[in-house]
Structures are given as C-alpha cells and as structure tokens.
C-alpha cells in the first residue's frame, strides 16, 4: 500500500535558523514525484516544492531544498534562514503516474517559527 | 489565472440540510480533487475525476455524499442530509496528469 509518514507532528525553529522536516514514504514504483505543500494558518495550501523520482539531483527553491534519497524512500525538505511566515503546517505528498493521478499525503507537521 | 475557485468559502447550516460546494478548476487542467480536512482526520481524499470521469470514490463517506462533474469547468461536492459531523474544510483541487495539484481556498462548512 502507498503510504506517507511524517513521524514529526511539531516542531519548532528559531528565526534565521535552520530546519529540517522528515518525510518518509512506501511505494513499489520505479516511476513517482513527490511534493511538499505548505499550509499556513489562512489554510490556503500553497506547493513548495517538487522532485521527480528519476532524478538524482535535488530540487532547490530559494530557502527551500530536499534531501531526497531514493533507496532508503526519504523525502526531507530543508528551510534555511527561516522566517515567520514560514510557520504553517508542511505536508509530504506523492504520486504514481502509472497507477492514476492520485496525491498520497502525509499527516502534517506543525513548524512554528519563533522570533 | 484565478487559480481554483471555490464557492462559498463559508457555509453554516442546520443538521438536515442539503449542502452544496462548489468548483471551478483551473483552465486546461484534466484531473480533480475533492478533499476533506478535520483536526482529527487530517486531510482525506473524497473523490477525484479524470477528464470529467469519477475514477475513485472510495473515500466519500457514505451515501449522503454525491459529487458531480458536469463538465471540465465545473464541479459539486453534495451533502443530504448534512449532520454535525460533517463540520469541516472541503478543498477542490486540480492537476494536469502527472503534476502537482493546485489547490482552491477551501470552504469552511459548520453544521449546528
């Protein structure tokens, strides 16, 4: 079964520091992309980022980077330099091309960014 | 683009009540998405179509959920009759095959 585990239910970051959500995930597909959306407390779920699983480099945006590490099927997102806007709940998410268009979403972790 | 729109954001009606939200995806985008959103279960998936084609409703509650897709431009999510329990934020979201998905604001739905 395709499942998304975030064993991190909150966390807690000082402003500027950095920080690291883990995201774990089982699929028997070769062929997958995985995401993190952001959902801050205006609820709007907003899309951080994205890696295709073929891919070996990274994916960076900005502050936002992965650590993507297909054998061991981890998906971290790092936030560096963290600011206040960026607490909000982080989801992990996945898709199987080959088997639909159906996003598998991890349970959330809460990150408060404290000034 | 408007990005996915949602009607109404918020909603509060009496236990026994049809309730009925609504969708609009984004332009050109083939898949949407249904979800609901609760303190206690998370996020979870109702229902998703493909090309105006329900393809899994496994995660609709029970039968006094109904969901349509008349055409690419819009969807329903129906709820009859509504029950306290149903109180929660319903999300529409749409995609292009294999992408990520774009999410509406959601509507807060409160049933007294």
């Known amino acids: 079964a395709q499942t998304v585990t975030q064993s991190q239910p909150e966390m807690s970051v000082q402003e500027a520091e950095t920080v690291t959500l883990s995201c774990t995930y089982d699929?028997?597909?070769?062929?997958?992309?995985l995401f993190w959306y952001k959902q801050p407390p205006s609820r709007q779920m907003i899309l951080v980022i994205r890696?295709?699983?073929?891919?070996?480099q990274n994916a960076t945006e900005n502050r936002f980077s992965v650590n993507f590490q297909k054998a061991a099927k981890s998906f971290s997102l790092k936030i560096s330099d963290s600011q206040l806007g960026d607490t909000a709940m982080y989801f992990c998410?996945?898709?199987?091309?080959?088997?639909?268009?159906?996003?598998?979403f991890g349970t959330g972790t809460s990150l408060t960014v404290i000034p | 683009d408007a990005g996915v729109i949602q009607s109404p954001r918020h909603e509060v009606t009496e236990m026994g009540q049809e309730v009925t939200l609504r969708c609009k995806p984004i332009s050109g985008h083939n898949s949407l998405f249904w979800y609901r959103q609760t303190m206690m279960r998370g996020l979870e998936l109702l229902i998703y179509f493909n090309n105006n084609v329900p393809i899994d409703d496994s995660g609709m509650p029970e039968d006094r959920f109904s969901a349509k897709m008349p055409n690419a431009s819009f969807s329903t999510l129906k709820i009859q009759p509504s029950e306290p329990r149903d109180s929660a934020v319903y999300f529409c979201?749409?995609?292009?095959?294999?992408?990520?998905?774009?999410f509406g604001p959601g509507t807060r739905l409160t049933v007294t």
């Open positions: 979201a749409s995609s292009i095959t294999r992408g990520e998905q774009y």
């Open positions: 699929t028997s597909e070769n062929n997958y992309y």
């Open positions: 998410a996945f898709i199987e091309p080959n088997t639909g268009n159906q996003f598998y």
């Open positions: 890696q295709e699983a073929y891919k070996q």
